[in-house]
């Protein structure tokens, strides 16, 4: 601080630039943190109801492939992934969803009509059209789908992770 009470003209215009300055760094500069860091705070839903559409678009006892993408957002990097499950329709109120990727290595696993099984391209794996084991290295049987019906439509409960 100057020894007089009176301000020079420089000791002026350095207060009023540095204040100026600091009002200006403040406006551009807490969205600019706000906007780098929002993206590491935000949490997304890991689980979904997946519309597959209406009952009637699977037929009775043909395992039918669905398939949807899902978009996951990890801080600034978006990806979008695809997804498969069949729908097997039995009689009357009867249904079973259940996931295309094989238990054993996540190879996608293919209805093969002619011999009535799902089989696995990658380690000779197959599975029934309730999904249960019937030979190859796979720990358990394809992983199902909790599902439910509204006004016609199915609809399933994807858990991610």
Known sequence: MPDSPHMNRR???TIVTAAVGTAIGVVVGLPAIGY???PATKTQESDAWIPLGPLENYPVGV???MSFARTKVNGWEKTANSYGVFVI???GDQLKTLSNVCT???CRVNWDDAAKEFKCPCH???FDINGGIIKGPQPRPLDGYEFKIEEGNLLIHFVEG
């Open 104 to 106: 054993h290595l996540s």
């Open 63 to 65: 395992p039918t492939l």
């Open 89 to 91: 329709r039995g009689e």
């Open 36 to 38: 780098i860091l929002t």
């Open 124 to 126: 000779d794996a197959a």
């Open 11 to 13: 000791e002026f215009v």
